[in-house]
């Protein structure tokens, strides 16, 4: 009965004042995040991750990940009653939540979208619980040259499935290889790239990183763009959440369904919560008597969405945490906040650090409750919150920016940094490369380059080794499948593409 | 604007690939290589450089077939907003927290193409006192607030 033991420890430790504290705070700014439009979860994230320096790093865990499920319970909101989506993982939720609020029905479409996602959550994290101990069990016999491809599978779905352009998606990922390797080698000591600067010698910051390319970057794209919506409060009030008898015998089928879809594409690499609800739509869609309804109001179009963007957000941590390979972007930044530490990442984490693990998924329990109080009472709070305007918003975000990137070693390089990997992530969006999978290979570059090396070692040279070994060229030959799929279905869309304008 | 080629991705393929070359130029010149048994620790960023020239190639070619749009290109904002991280770095130093935030903001204010000077000082001072609020007083950090070392 050893889970009973853990998931105790886990209790305990996420019940402790000071870690349920920081899993109330990132919660609480997930929601604010994921109800206001203009700022992404990554962007919150990296924003908030100085101050998790100072933290312990359970707690600084606790809290970036209650920022990351708590973007999606306020994404739904923005995508309800403003028909924009406050998170990508969102967008779907508006095709229905929208035409609900228009038809004086978006008070019950905010406490079913809230009900899925808390469902979607608890089915996620059941899943979570179950495997990742399995997984890591079995990934502690793994060698270099397996975690290399596996690390490889990871960056190369990430780089060609969500995005629009493989080519491109793959070039930022060799982009952030590359500028990983800035900074002393950690093979031979020799200094790469720092052009005898000595605050190079580290390495770039992967907080100045992803304040960069997705901070700045999105305020540069979003001044004078957003306006506050034009909201009715009263569509929030208790007396117009109360759902039908017949939405509730409408919704939880695809609220199961929608589950086990997100808990699957949540724990693939390169899928994630936006995909999810995008297949769940999809299916939901197809299997109902009256397809028709969809788009024009159907409570199985926002319940099924909802509780699988929730679903993936858990099982996204499965191959985090047990192997130490982030899945997408968000996930990479918690296994930067683990590095940052002091603690590996990899299949040992569960064993070597078991409050830390437990103590995470049981926070996921705590904070999903406490998402369910924060947003059912409040949430008309939430919806005056739209009302801000983002004039008065983004100088506090770039304050939060500049204090947070100079306060890691307080030093003005790094205020620098952000500067320089702002320029470069507004050139990016303006040439249309993705910068998510830049950062994916930037944090995963030292990792891959450490086990390339060592591997080549291990084969005196001798590429066939990796061939030789069943697992390793089992998740080879899958990468090869994964790049060859997605120029084929690329080449495919260009060709029915008429007008010929691609990823517009 | 629809253009006759891809004219963004041919130039984003064009600054790839440059980028490419150049790492791994530098890289080949001033970095061991070694073998590929006992690589130096040039090899990684050389074979990296390679990639990112092919890829660049392959965006830059492929964009030559095709039609696209001209982007659009924001002037103004960027320069506030990269002006205002700017002068942040600068100031934070010399003149301590208090003026770095007030004088970072009041430039980042200029992007919304009104000037309201009543307005921008009292955002800037809110933001002041949230700054000592949560950095200063609520996590400890040790930044003076103001300082005078020009």
């Known amino acids: ?88 993982s969102s967008a779907v939720t508006c095709l229905d939540g929208y035409p609900m609020a228009r038809q004086g029905r978006g008070g019950v479409a905010l406490l079913m979208t809230t009900l899925a996602s808390f469902g979607g959550a608890s089915i996620g994290i059941v899943v979570l619980t179950s495997f990742s101990p399995v997984i890591a069990k079995y990934a502690i016999y793994i060698s270099s040259a397996e975690y290399f491809a596996l690390m490889l599978l990871g960056l190369v779905a990430a780089a060609t499935i969500t995005n629009g352009s493989a080519i491109k998606g793959l070039a930022m990922v060799v982009l952030g290889l590359l500028l990983a390797t800035v900074g002393m080698d950690s093979q031979s000591g020799a200094q790469r790239f720092t052009f005898g600067n000595l605050e190079l010698m580290d390495g770039l910051s992967i907080v100045a990183l992803a304040m960069g390319l997705f901070g700045v970057s999105e305020i540069v794209a979003s001044v004078r763009r957003i306006h ?121 984490l569960i064993s070597e650090q078991p409050g830390l693990f437990w103590g995470l998924v049981m926070s996921f329990w705590i904070g999903n409750l406490l998402l369910l109080i924060l947003n059912v009472p409040l949430i008309g709070l939430w919806v005056r919150l739209l009302m801000v305007p983002y004039r008065m918003m983004y100088p506090a975000i770039l304050m939060f920016i500049c204090i947070g990137a100079y306060s890691v070693r307080y030093s003005p390089f790094d205020v620098f940094t952000v500067l320089g990997f702002g320029m470069l992530g507004y050139a990016m969006r303006v040439f249309s490369l993705p910068p998510a999978p830049l950062l994916l290979g930037f944090v995963l570059g030292p990792l891959v380059e450490t086990h390339f090396r060592r591997a080549m070692i291990m084969a005196r040279g001798d590429a066939m080794y990796f061939l030789e070994r069943p697992f390793t060229a089992t998740v080879l030959a899958l990468t090869v499948a994964v790049v060859v799929w997605s120029i084929w279905a690329g080449l495919r869309r260009r060709a029915r593409d008429k007008s010929g304008l691609l990823d517009q | 604007m629809v253009t006759k080629r891809d004219y963004r991705d041919m130039v984003a393929g064009v600054l790839l690939l440059l980028l490419g070359l150049a790492a791994a130029w530098y890289a080949s010149e001033n970095y061991r290589i070694g073998t590929v048994t006992r690589m130096g620790a040039g090899m ?36 506030c907003i990269f002006g205002s991280i700017a002068v942040f770095g600068l100031m934070i130093q010399p003149f301590g927290l208090l003026p770095a935030v007030l004088a970072s903001t009041t430039v980042a204010s200029l992007a919304e193409k009104e000037f309201r000077p009543l307005r921008i000082l009292l955002s800037g001072l809110v933001l002041c006192a949230a700054a000592w609020g949560i950095f200063v007083f609520g996590i400890g950090l040790s930044i003076p607030l103001l300082s005078w070392k020009p």
């Open chain 2, 44 to 79: 990684v960023p050389l074979a990296l450089g390679i990639m990112l020239a092919g890829l660049g190639l392959v965006v830059m070619v492929s964009g030559w077939f095709r039609k696209g749009i001209m982007p659009e290109v924001r002037v103004l904002t960027p320069i």
């Open chain 1, 228 to 348: 506050p919506g034009d909201v009715d409060p009263k569509s929030a009030t208790w007396a117009a959440m109360k759902p039908t008898r017949d939405d509730v015998r409408r919704s939880w089928v695809p609220l199961f369904r929608g589950a086990g879809i997100g808990s699957f594409f949540g724990a693939m690499p390169g899928t994630g919560p936006s995909l999810a609800a995008f297949m769940s739509y999809a299916v939901e869609h197809r299997m109902s008597r009256t397809p028709e309804r969809f788009g024009k109001g159907a409570i199985e179009g926002v319940v099924g969405p909802e509780s699988a963007n929730n679903a993936a957000d858990q099982t996204a941590f499965i191959p985090t945490l047990s192997l130490g390979i982030p899945g997408s972007p968000t996930m990479a930044l918690m296994l930067g906040a683990l590095m940052i530490h002091g603690i590996n990442p990899g299949p040992n």
């Open chain 1, 1 to 88: 009965m050893d889970i009973f033991a853990n998931l105790a420890l886990g209790l305990g430790t996420a019940l402790s004042p000071y870690n349920l504290l920081y899993c109330f705070l990132g919660v609480f700014l997930g929601t604010i995040i994921g109800v206001i439009p203009g700022i992404g979860v990554l962007a919150a994230i990296s924003m908030l991750f100085p101050i998790t320096f100072h933290l312990e790093p359970t707690a600084a865990l606790i809290m970036l990940a209650g920022i990351w499920y708590g973007t999606t319970y306020g994404g739904s909101t923005a995508s309800i009653l403003l028909n924009i989506p406050g998170s990508p």
